[in-house]
Structures are given as C-alpha cells and as structure tokens.
C-alpha cells in the first residue's frame, strides 16, 4: 500500500516561508509523478505543481511560479514544497498526490491514485 503523509503546514505571516514535506512509503517511486494540490473551504481542488520522481522535470501553477519550488530527496522518499512570498490567498489544506501515469499534462485531480491526508497552511495579512 501506498502512503503519503504530509507535514509542515502552520501559521505564517504573509511574505514569509514555510515547507512542506510529504514522506512516501509503500513502493519505488522513481516512475512516479509527485503533485501538491491545495483546497480552500468551499473550492475546488486546485493543482500547485508536480514533480517528475525521475527526471526531476517540474511543472508550476502560475499562481505561485517564481514563489513555490518542489523537490525532491531520493534517500529519504521525501518531496518537498517550498513556499516563499507567501500570501493569504495561499491558505488551504495542501495535499500530496502520487501516480505512476504521465499524460500530456498531470495537472488534474482525478488522474492521481494516492493521496496523502492534507496538511493545513494559513497565511495571515
């Protein structure tokens, strides 16, 4: 079985950082996309970026390009998501998402079959 737990969220100041991580377990991930999703209440999951496990080729939102980096570390089965210039906009519950797929474009939802829990990210003015 496959697992994604997220950690990191918290409380910031806007213009200011945070990361989240997202440990993976379960399975070799290295033919896997990586994705950060964020969900405000009463919205709709929206795409943050996605990672490539083994190329490392990113894709970014435009919402948060030039703000947000993902990562990875291979030892420790680790993405990250790095967030700078934070804004209150970016509060949401940010979720980890996994799949062994690769389309065109992995920006939706519903193509990941594993999610991790959320880890909640609140921004204040």
């Known amino acids: 079985q496959v697992q994604l737990v997220e950690s990191g969220g918290g409380l910031v100041q806007a213009g200011g950082s945070l990361r989240l991580s997202c440990a993976a377990s379960g399975r070799t991930f290295s033919r896997y996309t990586m994705a950060w999703f964020r969900q405000a209440p009463g919205k709709e999951r929206e795409f943050v970026g996605s990672?490539?496990?083994?190329?490392?080729?990113?894709d970014y939102a435009d919402s948060v390009k030039g703000r947000f980096t993902i990562s990875r570390d291979n030892a420790l089965n680790t993405v990250y998501l790095q967030m700078n210039s934070l804004e209150p906009e970016d509060t949401a519950v940010y979720y980890c998402?996994?799949?062994?797929?690769?389309?065109?474009?992995?920006?939706?939802?519903?193509?990941?079959?594993?999610w991790g829990q959320g880890t909640q990210v609140t921004v204040s003015s």
């Open positions: 990672i490539r496990w083994s190329s490392g080729n990113t």
């Open positions: 998402a996994a799949d062994t797929a690769f389309f065109g474009s992995m920006r939706y939802a519903n193509l990941y079959d594993y």
